[in-house]
């Protein structure tokens, strides 16, 4: 009686986790780290420069333009021009990510999986326009429910983890390979800058705009290099781990009930994916 008891507690209990489809819990996200160490990295250098002295100093508008320009156009000629556009959309996406939430993503797995061993895979059709805020998740639901075998799911859902991969990686790249020549940029505005001023000393009117044009070149170069793209680069990469993590996640889920497997292994699957502190426990 005590474990019939039991059993009747879970079904009971069931409902109430399927509950997580009735309000999408995917959205975007303002990316506090990154507004606040930008803020507070430029706060940091403008306020060397105020307490340096005048601040106009440091304006240049022909060391902007070398540093500017010639990192985009150097850049370009690295890639395509879809491929450095597709990286700027990636930087504002960058602001505002996508929130990853790798526990939630295991749950809506299993509750998934509780639906299709209760009600059979055809049920599954139903909670489809429940989960379209996460199209590679009813992607491959869509796929269960059509009765893909688990061969045709693993290639495709492979294929397509593989490409959003490689995409999010280029976009990465872009902004690594800008990284690398906004510094190079500087450097060569550095040697116009003093080649101007050594054609010059004749000219002691021309030497200060000459030196300014040297020294502010190589300092647009380092804060764009060293203070923007390249922690950028970082978070752009760290954001595809978490991206790719959920993507393999989804994929196990779509494999073990087009195999209909018995949904706890698929808790104890998804657990060994799982960080130590996201890790499930649905069954007890």
Known sequence: MADRATVEEGARARPARTRTFDVPESGRTIDIALIFGLCVAFGLVGTALVLGGSVSSFYNLPSVLIVLIGTFAVTLVSFSITELFGAFNAVLQTILPKR????????????????????????????????????????????????????????????????????????????RRAAEVA????????????????????????????????????????????????????????????????????????????????????ERLLNTKLPPSQRLDYYG
């Not at 020294?215 to 950028?232: E, K, N």
């Open 100 to 175: 990853h939430d790798h526990r939630l993503a295991g749950e809506r797995c299993l509750n998934l999986a509780a639906i299709s061993r209760d009600n059979g895979v055809l049920a599954l059709d139903h909670v489809l326009p429940m989960i379209e805020s996460e199209p590679f998740l009813q992607r491959a639901m869509a796929m269960t429910v059509d009765g893909a075998t688990p061969h045709q799911i693993d290639q495709v859902l492979a294929q397509e983890i593989a490409a959003v991969e490689d995409l999010r990686h280029r976009h990465a790249g872009v902004l």
């Open 183 to 266: 510094p190079s940029m500087g450097l060569i505005g550095t040697l116009i800058g003093l080649i101007q001023l050594l054609g010059n000393l004749n000219d002691p009117s021309s030497i200060g705009p000459a030196m300014a044009v040297a020294l502010l070149t190589t300092f647009y170069g380092a804060i764009l290099a060293y203070m923007v793209l390249a922690p950028i680069a970082a978070k752009l990469e760290r954001n595809a781990e978490a991206e790719l993590l959920e993507c393999e996640i989804y994929h196990a889920c779509a494999m073990s009930i087009a195999r209909q497997e018995n949904p706890r292994l698929l």
